[in-house]
């Protein structure tokens, strides 16, 4: 089964601060990255690839300290 998520990312995303790893690539999510992901200090791994952003990619990714993964192509 394939699922595809469409529309913008919840603000609920930023209620995940135990979180390590987050992968929501190859979705339609839209507009700008939410703010709300740069609170998630405990992520080591962001997978974002393959969705329909805008915008500048935020000087805010530089909170994310544990951060060793990004992929935010396309």
Do not use: R, W
Request: with cysteine; proline share 3%.
């Amino acid at each position: 089964m394939i699922l595809i998520n469409k529309g913008v990312i919840p603000s609920q995303i930023g209620l995940l601060t135990n979180i390590y790893q987050l992968f929501i690539n190859t979705n339609c999510f839209f507009g700008s990255i939410p703010s709300l992901i740069f609170g998630l200090t405990q992520l080591t791994s962001l997978n974002i690839n393959n969705n329909l952003f805008s915008g500048t990619i935020a000087t805010e990714f530089g909170l994310l300290s544990k951060l060793q993964l990004l992929y935010i192509n396309n």
